[in-house]
């Protein structure tokens, strides 16, 4: 097992900006799902960008079991906000994307990027033009992209923001099955505390300046969509709904201490 | 307050507007124009308004199309001229993306690189082909090469500067994603800042295209023994009017069809050029 340190990281976006991050742990097993909630400009995908060697720390490291991230790598592939996906290739090769750098085979990759599609549920759209899709359907497209790449951690940004509920909550069961399969890490980034705590292993709340983690929570709720129950029964059951409130009251006490 | 009712019934009384089947008159007001133009130089010509050496009629500009076209003016037929010109536009054009495109991504990537080149973009940017056309000559004589240069040096800048901006516009989200999905530096320049830059550097092209064009006379001014500049100054000095407006109008022709077949060719092979 590897796990993804984020080790007493302090971030500015300039030498003369206050800190984004300060002082901010944070470990990330390959077989945990953390899920990061705070308030929008709370620093959550700073945070990812870090993990994902976009930035580099101003203080502290970002490493892998003693290995320093120095940059990007497909060992940890990302899911962006708004999709960043590549308009100039179809979706199906959007998602074959990460296998043609590597040089893999044509008839291996179309395999693969077959096999993706169909898990997010658009074979019948494949080789349809990126601005043809909705914006759900492009989160997914971004998802099987970053699968393809068959890394150790899976860093999503709001991957279900442009979602209806209804198919949000289809999207959060396929993302549970996704984890249990694909044997990735996964870092969460949501806005919504019921996704992160259906979702999730640990809940890690950030709160805004100054920007630091104040809570990391273990939480099971996931673990019962994987054992047979709904969704809908999971997210109603009185302990989810009092762990709810309770991440909401924390997230809302710490807004006032600003 | 409002009930379920009203907002229900609030766009009920609106229908949609019909898309209008009608032919669409407006868009014969260029043709108009055109025949406007025809019909009072006809006119001009056959009233005597103007003197025949000044302004031959429209049919006998077309009477010399068939003349030149079938047996010939200075040599060469209408088609020959044009072909001419068209070479040496399209060799123009081949040498400068060559050379502009490189150097519109170094500009783009690099200060020291900016810092070498801008000045030299800038200052050649607004120079007229005329001013420049006799420097040439002396260095480089009066062959072909001169020609070429003369129309590429006037191709460059608008293919240099549109690949600079397109360069610069590639999406830092989209290179991070290809980054983080494993590419390379060189796979990232083939696989993401090139296809970004693209419909920019296609856009400069079509730019330079129009500009290169329309320093055919000039490049043509000095030497050419075939060419529509060439065809329209030798006719010039007898006073061959006819066959000046007929180059003109040519020239004027083909440089519509080239924009508009840059402009399908835009379509067919950037069409991701409006979604970046
Ligand atoms: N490129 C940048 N340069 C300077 N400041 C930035 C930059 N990106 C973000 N910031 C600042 O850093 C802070 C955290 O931004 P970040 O994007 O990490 O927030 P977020 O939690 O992801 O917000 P959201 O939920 O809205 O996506 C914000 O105050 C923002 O203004
Ligand atoms: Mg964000």
Redesign the pocket.
């Known amino acids: 097992m590897y796990k993804l340190h984020i080790d007493k990281v302090t971030f500015a976006?300039?030498p003369l900006?206050p800190p984004?991050l300060a002082d901010i742990g944070l470990s990330i097993g390959s077989d945990e799902f953390v899920a990061v909630v705070?308030?929008?400009?709370?620093?959550?995908?700073?945070?990812l960008?870090l993990a994902a060697g976009f930035l580099k720390p101003t203080k502290g490291r970002v490493h892998i079991d003693g290995r320093t991230v120095e940059g990007p790598s497909a060992e940890r592939a990302v899911v962006f906000?708004d999709d960043a996906l590549f308009p100039w290739l179809t979706a199906r090769q959007n998602v074959g994307f990460a296998l043609k750098l590597k040089g893999i085979p044509k008839a291996e990759r179309e395999r693969r990027v077959a096999e993706l599609l169909a898990h997010v549920d658009l074979a019948a759209c494949a080789d349809k033009a990126i601005w043809e899709l909705s914006g759900g359907m492009r989160q997914r497209v971004g998802i099987a992209r970053a699968l393809a790449a068959d890394p150790e951690f899976l860093l999503m940004?709001?991957p279900l923001g442009a979602l209806d509920a209804l198919t949000r909550e289809r999207m959060q069961e396929f993302l549970l099955h996704l984890w249990q399969d694909s044997g990735a890490g996964v870092l969460l980034?949501t806005?919504s505390i019921e996704e992160a705590l259906f979702l999730a292993t640990r809940v890690v709340v950030?709160a805004p300046s100054p920007?630091r983690i104040v809570a990391d929570i273990p939480v099971t709720f996931g673990r019962r969509l994987l054992q047979g129950d709904t969704s809908r029964a999971i997210k109603s059951d009185p302990a989810f709904v009092a762990a709810r409130e309770r991440l909401r009251d924390l997230i809302e006490l710490q807004d006032f201490e600003v | 307050m409002s009930t379920i009712e009203d907002i229900a019934g609030q766009d009920e009384p609106t229908a949609p507007a019909p898309i209008s089947p009608g032919f669409d008159w407006v868009r014969l007001v260029p043709l108009l124009t055109v025949f406007a133009i025809i019909t009072l130089w006809s006119l001009a010509a056959s009233r005597g308004w103007v003197s025949k050496v000044f302004l031959p009629s429209p049919l006998a500009v077309l009477k010399s199309a068939y003349q030149v076209s079938v047996s010939g003016f200075a040599d060469s037929t209408l088609l020959q001229h044009l072909l001419a010109s068209l070479g040496r536009v399209f060799g123009a054009l081949a040498a400068s993306i060559v050379v502009a495109v490189p150097i519109g991504a170094i500009i783009a990537s690099s200060r020291i690189g900016r810092g070498i080149f801008d000045p030299i973009v800038e200052f050649l940017r607004p120079l007229p082909p005329l001013a420049y056309l006799p420097l040439i000559i002396i260095w480089f004589g009066i062959g072909e090469a001169s020609k070429v240069l003369v129309i590429g040096l006037a191709m460059a800048p608008p293919i240099i500067i549109a690949t600079a901006a397109g360069v610069r516009s590639v999406s830092r989200d989209r290179l991070n994603a290809a980054r983080s999905l494993g590419a390379t530096r060189s796979q990232l320049l083939r696989f993401v800042v090139l296809p970004s830059a693209l419909p920019s550097i296609v856009t400069g092209i079509r730019i330079a295209l129009g500009a290169g064009w329309s320093t055919l006379v000039a490049a043509e001014l000095v030497a050419a023994s075939r060419g529509l500049g060439f065809m329209i100054q030798s006719a010039a000095t007898f006073l061959g009017t006819d066959v000046v407006i007929l180059g003109i109008a040519v020239i004027g022709i083909v440089a519509i069809l080239l924009e508009l077949l840059m402009r399908a060719l835009e379509r067919r092979f950037v069409p991701w050029s409006t979604h970046l």
């Open positions: 976006y300039g900006q984004v705070g308030r929008s400009g709370s620093g959550k995908t700073s945070l960008s906000q940004d709001e980034i806005h950030l920007r």
